[in-house]
């Protein structure tokens, strides 16, 4: 059964403590358990202590900046796996991209709607208890010569084996189940973001299909797997 919102461990790393005092208040309102940190060194030295089940990030922090403990929490083999959302001001699309690239899973901007917060929060978590259920000793989902290793969440392919974050497992995971299956940018963060159909960014599925890329293709910039159908979204090529 999936983990219900009261078991789950939320870090929130803002340098505002203003606006980290409102997200712990909103997220303990809904029976989050809180833990806040206010510079980007305390918050990636809480992750270590506490291990928490998703972290909210600010970027603009003195010192060590959110997209350094990102990239930090990305390189260290026990926290690698967190999910992140980032919660900033910065809103240009060229941000949302160094943040997605930096590791996230996902970036929402300041000023921001709590319910909206709340919706993104447990869909990341959903999608985390999903994947875990769906672990087997042996499971592996092989389209040509790709292969998806549901255990040691990684992928292969001619140019080796990449390691994936969360996000991007998931991502190759739900294109690889329905291959030649065409998916818009809308029905992604529906089915792999678990977003309604007026939640998230046609961006935030843009820069993770070109992250997987960067992984997996032999040339990036010229798709053999995961290839653009103009006008209508991607797909797994058969």
């Not at 403590?17 to 980007?40: C, M, Y």
């Not at 994936?164 to 089915?191: C, I, N, R």
Request: with cysteine; glycine share 6%.
């Amino acid at each position: 059964m999936p983990n219900t919102a009261d078991e789950n461990h939320v870090l929130v790393v803002d340098d505002e403590e203003i606006v980290a005092g409102s997200i712990e208040r909103t997220l303990r309102a809904h029976d989050f358990n809180v833990t806040v940190a206010t510079s980007g060194v305390e918050g990636l030295n809480a992750a270590r202590r506490h291990r928490p089940d998703l972290i909210v990030l600010d970027v603009l922090m003195p010192g060590m900046d959110g997209f350094e403990v990102c990239k930090q929490v990305r390189a260290d083999p026990i926290l690698a796996d967190l999910p992140i959302l980032f919660l900033t001001a910065r809103s240009k699309v060229e941000d949302k991209v160094l943040g997605l690239r930096a590791g996230a899973d996902d970036y929402l901007t300041k000023p921001f709607n709590v319910d909206e917060l709340v919706l993104r929060i447990r869909a990341i978590l959903r999608r985390g208890v999903s994947r875990k259920i769906a672990e087997s000793p042996s499971s592996q989902i092989i389209v040509r010569d790709l292969v998806l290793d549901c255990k040691s969440f990684t992928a292969t392919t001619q140019r080796g084996t990449a390691p994936l974050t969360p996000v991007q497992f998931d991502l190759l995971y739900f294109l690889m189940s329905h291959p030649g299956e065409v998916f818009s940018p809308a029905k992604l963060l529906h089915d792999v973001w678990d977003y309604p159909f007026d939640a998230g960014s046609p961006d935030l599925v843009r820069v993770h299909v070109k992250n997987v890329r960067e992984k997996i293709e032999p040339d990036p910039g010229s798709p053999i797997y995961i290839t653009t159908v103009p006008g209508h979204g991607y797909t797994i090529q058969v």
